[in-house]
């Protein structure tokens, strides 16, 4: 029954007790779904209006300059944006489109919408008194977070890698490892820039509270990128992060990925099995760490 949607939710990674709340029942065998733009609310709209003008001003200094670029790409912040005309720019800049998905999907279906430029957004939107914290992705998250980034070309190509790569990791076994990889660059990156450290991951950058903390908070652990310390690293889901990795730059990041990962699993594997996972704020011994 591979890759054939049963209308039930999927099985991911860091999920909690609760089903994910999204109806599965009205996805497609690809899991996408139509944006139902009709049913948003009045209270949804002026939350994802609340959740956009609020993120928008913590943004300079703490965000990376792409980002910031492009972030008007997703039009005016007054209502839930309609995917499709996100779409139309977004073709036209780096031949990805958005996807409408009633939340969470399984990762063989998530790593296919990626290898085909094609990234799914959540719909749903959170309800008021998650407005801080909302444990799935919601729209605000999805749009906020991934999207600008998407206009970026090395960043768009770097997504595609990164699906392509996961349905290969699917065949060997690997997704957990490339799930770290997924989680500390497209989540939780920071890149390094003549300014300063900034923000690049979504999840970052979709949290009012975890941006500050990320670039400037003495708490954390900042250590540069790595492909086989990072894939040992071990991450929480529930609190801001302990450790963030830092790239130079997205050519850096996009070259450094771009090596067939068999080997590197095996490699990362076997460092395991004889060292152990990286617990989220270890330092390794002569580790570079950068300093806020
Ligand atoms: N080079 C990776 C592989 O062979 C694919 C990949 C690219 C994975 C970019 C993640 C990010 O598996
Ligand atoms: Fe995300």
Redesign the pocket.
């Known amino acids: 029954m591979k890759g054939v949607n049963l209308g039930v939710a999927p099985v991911t990674y860091g999920t909690g007790d609760r089903p994910p709340r999204g109806d599965y029942a009205r996805a497609r065998s690809d899991y996408t779904c139509e944006q139902d733009w009709a049913q948003y609310s009045a209270a949804d709209h002026d939350t994802y209006r609340r959740l956009y003008t609020r993120q928008l001003q913590h943004l300079p200094g703490l965000a990376c300059d792409e980002f910031i670029a492009a972030v008007s790409e997703l039009g005016e912040p007054e209502h839930i944006p309609r995917f499709d005309d996100i779409s139309e720019r977004l073709i036209k800049a780096t031949g990805w489109q958005i996807v409408s998905v009633p939340g969470l999907i399984p990762e063989e279906a998530f790593f296919a919408l990626l290898a085909a430029r094609r990234f799914p957004v959540t719909d749903w939107i959170r309800r008021p008194e998650e407005f801080d914290y909302v444990v799935e992705p919601d729209v605000f998250h999805d749009l906020f977070g991934h999207v600008p980034l998407l206009f970026n070309p090395v960043f768009a190509d770097?997504m595609q890698?990164?699906g392509?790569?996961?349905m290969?990791?699917s065949r060997l076994d690997a997704c957990e490892l490339?799930a770290r990889?997924?989680w500390y660059?497209v989540e939780f990156g920071l890149i390094d820039t003549p300014l300063g450290l900034r923000a690049y991951g979504a999840g970052i950058l979709s949290s009012a509270g975890e941006l500050p903390n990320s670039v400037r908070s003495s708490g954390p652990r900042r250590v540069g990128f790595d492909l086989q310390r990072l894939m040992r690293s071990r991450y929480r889901i529930d609190s801001f992060q302990d450790t963030y990795f830092v790239i130079d730059s997205f050519y850096q990041l996009?070259d450094a990925?771009?090596?067939?990962?068999?080997p590197?699993?095996n490699a990362v594997r076997q460092r395991i099995a004889a060292e152990g996972e990286i617990e989220p704020g270890a330092v390794l011994a002569g580790e570079r760490e950068f300093s806020v």
Do not use: Q
């Open positions: 770097y890698a990164y392509a790569g996961g290969k990791a490339l990889l997924y660059t996009f990925t771009a090596p067939d990962f068999t590197v699993y």
